[in-house]
């Protein structure tokens, strides 16, 4: 069993630790937890079906508040807390890079763990990009009024494929 957490980031969900059997990707280079590989989701350097599941944790703002982007922000003391951010400059930007994203997740895993957290979009806004995944659990966490979502989904081919095979032993 081999994961891909596809926006590596610091590290935030794993405590900073190397989990095992995963492998880290993100295309930041200035992390306190260097990523395995540095690689853009959108483009995976990876052949098919590799992966038994991706986990997805994309950046969930569009124009982020200037604390995380202001250039002139010493951002060492978020490093040292293993914390980033990422951010999209348009919301064309952002879903374009998610349906990118979710396209190569499917050609390189049967599975796929999204989480999101509604900040510039709610999950109903972005699950249309998911058309060709099945929904198979939805976790939903609430902390005030920002809600952040986990789904797992399964390639609909992979699912298709499950159920010939089921019918055909019986």
């Not at 306190?32 to 590989?37: E, G, Q, V």
């Not at 079906?49 to 997805?56: A, S």
Request: proline share 5%; with cysteine.
């Amino acid at each position: 069993m081999v994961v891909l957490d596809a926006t590596a980031g610091n590290r935030v969900m794993w405590g900073g630790r190397k989990a095992p059997h995963t492998i880290y990707m993100d295309k930041e280079y200035d992390l306190a937890n260097s990523p395995d590989i540095f690689g853009d989701n959108r483009c995976c350097p990876f052949r098919d079906d590799v992966f038994t599941c991706v986990i997805y944790d994309p950046p969930h703002y569009v124009n982020a508040p200037p604390w995380m982007t202001d250039p002139q922000v010493d951002r060492s003391k978020f490093k040292s807390q293993g914390s980033f951010f990422g951010n999209f400059i348009t919301k064309t930007e952002m879903l374009t890079s998610i349906n990118k994203a979710q396209k190569e997740f499917k050609r390189i895993s049967k599975r796929l763990c999204l989480k999101w957290v509604e900040r510039s979009y709610t999950l109903w806004q972005i699950l249309p990009f998911f058309r060709d995944w099945v929904n198979i659990q939805t976790l939903e966490m609430s902390k005030g009024r920002t809600k952040t979502w986990w789904i797992t989904f399964v390639r609909t081919s992979f699912q298709t494929a499950s159920l010939n095979r089921e019918h055909d032993e019986e």
